[in-house]
């Protein structure tokens, strides 16, 4: 019994705090720094944003530098295709002179043996 009387006036003791509440109200110029603000950071679209990042020069610089790089390491690596040795065109016309790329069987499948 003793904790629902708790209980109760604990209820009773919020309630009786709440009397005294008004409503809250905005300072002065609220609304005029909130316009402002909402202006000035703007809801941009993503093309605006996108641009607005890589449009910086530390950004823009960095890849410039990075296009440049990956180039000259492709420059560098591109090798000539090797030429045909004189080994190679020999043995080249050897096989096609005998054939031996040609495989043919004599099998019969019909006639056992």
């Known amino acids: 019994m003793k904790k629902k009387l708790n209980i109760s006036h604990e209820v009773e003791s919020t309630l009786s705090s709440l009397d005294g509440v008004q409503r809250a109200e905005p300072g002065d110029f609220f609304f005029t720094r909130l316009q402002a603000r909402m202006q000035r950071s703007g809801a941009a679209d993503a093309w605006g944003r996108f641009l607005a ?11 410039v530098l990075l296009i440049l790089a990956v180039n ?14 004189e080994q190679a ?25």
């Open 53 to 63: 990042i890589v449009t910086r020069p530390s950004i823009a610089i960095a890849g």
């Open 72 to 85: 000259s390491i492709m420059f560098v690596q591109m090798k000539p295709a090797p030429e045909r040795t």
């Open 89 to 113: 065109m020999l043995q080249q016309d050897f096989d096609d002179a005998s054939q031996l790329g040609i495989t043919t069987t004599f099998y019969d499948f019909d006639k056992p043996e």
